[in-house]
């Protein structure tokens, strides 16, 4: 079991940049998958970004080329760096852990963290 832990969330302009950090309370280094999911205003939760053990990632269309994920392994935390921002990314963001795929293992969640861009 791992429990996560985001911050750097906050009030910024449109254009601007956050960094979003996830804290594990232990190793990530066998977490066979991290991700960023976001969760807009009324909308239901979409992936924005993860990362696999290997570091391949995979970005949801509407952020390619604006947002970066990444982890350190060393850290224990996972990042998530937003640029360019848009008042659509407005969104509760929440970092998501596996150990592996399928039914068997659970999805471990963060309790999110606000973004909100202003136009």
């Known amino acids: 079991q791992v429990q996560l832990v985001e911050s750097g969330g906050g009030l910024v302009q449109a254009g601007g940049s956050l960094r979003l950090s996830c804290a594990a309370s232990?190793?990530?280094?066998?977490?066979?998958?991290m991700s960023w999911y976001r969760q807009p205003p009324g909308k239901q939760r979409e992936l924005v970004a993860r990362i696999t053990i290997g570091g391949a990632t995979n970005y949801a269309d509407s952020v390619k080329g604006r947002i970066t994920i990444s982890r350190d392994n060393a850290r224990n935390r996972m990042y998530l760096q937003m640029n360019n921002l848009k008042p659509e990314d407005t969104a509760v963001y929440y970092c998501?852990?596996?150990?592996?795929?399928?039914?068997?293992?659970?999805?471990?969640w963060g309790q999110g963290t606000q973004v909100t861009v202003s136009s």
């Open positions: 998501a852990a596996e150990y592996g795929l399928g039914p068997a293992f659970p999805v471990y």
């Open positions: 232990r190793s990530i280094s066998s977490l066979n998958t």
